[in-house]
Every structure is written in structure tokens, then in C-alpha cells.
Nanobody
Framework: QVQVVESGGGLVQAGGSAKLSCTAS????????MGWFRQAPGKEREGVSC????????IYTDSVKGRFTISRDNAKNTLYLQMNSLEPEDTAMYYC??????????????????WGQGTQVTVSS
């Protein structure tokens, strides 16, 4: 059974930092594209960042460029998201996604992914 579990969320002051982690079990992520998505109350889930299976390609949504960094450790079956200079607008539930199709390109579609339960990030002003 595939399980994807996020951790590292919490309450952070504006301008602060947080690091999210995502571990997978029942699934070797080394050959999978991985991504972070988020959903704020009353809004649709949106893509935040994506990383290719070997980490050579990363993409970010415009609003987090220069502030967030995605990375992965395939040996630990773990994905990370370092978030710096956090803003109240970053407040959301953050979800880790493993793209089901091997070698899939980074894309923001919500289909064909394994999802975690999410971890809440709240940024206070």
C-alpha cells in the first residue's frame, strides 16, 4: 500500500522559514517526478513546485520563486520544500504529490498522482 506523509508545517511569523518533508512508503520515488501543491481555504489546489526524478529540473510557481527551494533525497525516499521569507499569502495546506507515471514531466494537473494528507502552514503577519 502506497503512503505519502508530509511533515514540518506549523505556525510561522511573516518573514520566517519552514521546511517541509515528505516521505513515501510502499513506493520507490527514485524514478518518479515529485511535487508540492497547496490549497488555501476557499481556493483550488495549486501547484507550488516540482522536481524531476534526478533533481536536474525544478520549477516553481511565480509567487514563490526566489523564496522556496524544492529538493529530494532518493536514497531516503524523501522530498523537501525549504520555504523562506514566508508571507501571509503562503498560508495553506501543503500537499506532497508523487506523479504516478514514471518519467512524467513536471505539470500542475491534479490527476494521476499519489497524494499525502497534507500539512498546514500558517503564516502570521
Amino acid at each position: 500500500q502506497v503512503q505519502v506523509v508530509e511533515s514540518g508545517g506549523g505556525l510561522v511569523q511573516a518573514g520566517g522559514s519552514a521546511k517541509l518533508s515528505c516521505t513515501a512508503s510502499g513506493l520507490a520515488i527514485g524514478h518518479l517526478t515529485m511535487g508540492w501543491f497547496r490549497q488555501a481555504p476557499g481556493k483550488e489546489r495549486e501547484g507550488v513546485s516540482c522536481i524531476s526524478r534526478n533533481g536536474s529540473t525544478t520549477i516553481y510557481t511565480d509567487s514563490v520563486k526566489g523564496r522556496f527551494t524544492i529538493s529530494r533525497d532518493n536514497a531516503k525516499n524523501t522530498l523537501y520544500l525549504q520555504m523562506n521569507s514566508l508571507e501571509p499569502e503562503d498560508t495553506a495546506m501543503y500537499y506532497c504529490a508523487a506523479y504516478k507515471v514514471p518519467f512524467a514531466p513536471c505539470a500542475w494537473g491534479l490527476r494521476d498522482k499519489y497524494w499525502g494528507q497534507g500539512t498546514q502552514v500558517t503564516v502570521s503577519s
